[in-house]
């Protein structure tokens, strides 16, 4: 999941490559579709740019001692702070569903 770590967010191929490894664990477990994966990759890829561009000290220098990862990612896909090509939870419905599904089975 690290992937999802917002300090590193700017380490955007890397965490492609993360995700794709995951996505592909995701797909071999049934949890989501084939053909959903090139989707998220590109809401993913739409979502860190936004992000870079709009809030990236918020996301830098993210501190998990201060601040909880689930909150700062819902606060950010939800559409209440920004807007952008995938700025928004219905524009990144699918990595929306993906990042929700991590961080509640990280959270229990």
């Given at each position: 999941m690290a992937f999802l770590d917002p300090c590193l967010i700017s380490n955007m191929d890397k965490n492609k490559?993360?995700?794709?490894?995951?996505?592909?664990?995701?797909?071999q477990c049934n949890r989501i579709a084939e053909s959903e994966v090139d989707e998220i990759l590109c809401q993913?890829?739409?979502?860190?740019?936004?992000m870079?561009?709009?809030?990236?000290?918020r996301f830098m220098n993210f501190?998990?001692?201060?601040?909880?990862?689930?909150?700062?990612?819902?606060?950010?896909?939800s559409?209440?702070?920004h807007t952008a090509s995938c700025g928004t939870l219905s524009e990144c419905c699918w990595f929306f569903?993906?990042?929700?599904?991590?961080?509640?089975?990280a959270f229990q």
């Open positions: 490559t993360r995700l794709k490894s995951l996505l592909r664990q995701l797909v993913h890829s739409d979502y860190a740019v936004s870079l561009d709009r809030k990236r000290d501190d998990p001692l201060k601040s909880r990862l689930d909150i700062l990612m819902h606060e950010h896909m559409g209440n702070l569903h993906i990042v929700k599904q991590l961080l509640k089975e």
